[in-house]
């Protein structure tokens, strides 16, 4: 089956700075990336996903990338604000086996 | 607003009792899942169900056991519970051709 690996595990960043989380899979069927924002006490919902048909997706501060051949998908988190802090989520699925394997997640900090 | 509603919120008890949590929702999605989440692993798929006759286990279904008892309904049931069942425990909904998963608002549950 699939296996995400996700890095870092946590991740401090000044206020205004970029954060860039990392993941990578194994299967190589899987076309369906997305990315969980969970708030401390909440549940996790959807902030940004991506399909194997592209290579990036933006949606205003944040973006994804993905690279196939590497097998490796990163979160992009530009101008930071404290409203950020939150454990992050990377997944994957393929059409056809489609549930979805999660990475153990980040816990990013902003630092004020 | 259509949700997804889990019950109990928080359950605290003891080694060797059965428990169940319950999970319905009024999004309309034929698909719901059952996840636990542990700190540092992440979110591990227990069961899922792509319909109310469609039962299939995830990565780590020992120990549990799940009913679909309509489009709406699905729960999840601990026969013995164990200490090593302690953890958050999170219902999601999706609908088939869209792999974006709507979570509840998770089970907190203590084995003692």
């Known amino acids: 089956g699939e296996n995400v690996e996700q890095h870092p595990s946590t991740l401090s960043v000044q206020e205004g700075d970029s954060a860039v989380i990392k993941c990578t899979y194994s299967d190589s069927a899987s076309n369906y990336f997305p990315w969980y924002k969970q708030e401390l006490g909440k549940r996790p919902q959807l902030i940004i996903d991506i399909r194997s048909n592209v290579g990036e997706k933006k949606d205003q501060r944040i973006a994804v990338t993905l690279n196939k051949t590497a097998k490796h998908f990163s979160l992009h988190i530009t101008e930071t604000q404290p409203e950020d802090s939150a454990v992050y989520f990377c997944a994957a699925s393929a059409t056809g086996n489609e549930k979805l394997t999660f990475g153990t997640g980040t816990r990013l900090t902003i630092i004020p | 607003d259509a949700d997804v509603t889990q019950t109990p919120r928080n359950r605290i008890t003891k080694t060797g009792k059965r428990i169940m949590l319950e999970c319905s929702q009024t999004?309309?999605?034929?698909?719901m899942y059952w996840y636990r989440q542990d700190p540092g692993l992440g979110l591990q798929l227990i069961y899922y169900s792509f319909d109310v006759k469609d039962i299939n286990k995830g990565e780590i279904s020992d120990g549990y056991s799940v009913s679909r008892q309509a489009q709406a309904k699905f729960s999840l049931s601990l026969e013995s519970a164990i200490p090593n069942q302690t953890a958050l425990y999170f219902c999601?909904?999706?609908?088939?051709?869209?792999?974006?998963?709507?979570f509840g608002a998770g089970s907190r549950l203590t084995v003692l």
């Open positions: 999004k309309g999605h034929d698909r």
């Open positions: 999601a909904t999706s609908s088939s051709g869209a792999n974006v998963l709507t």
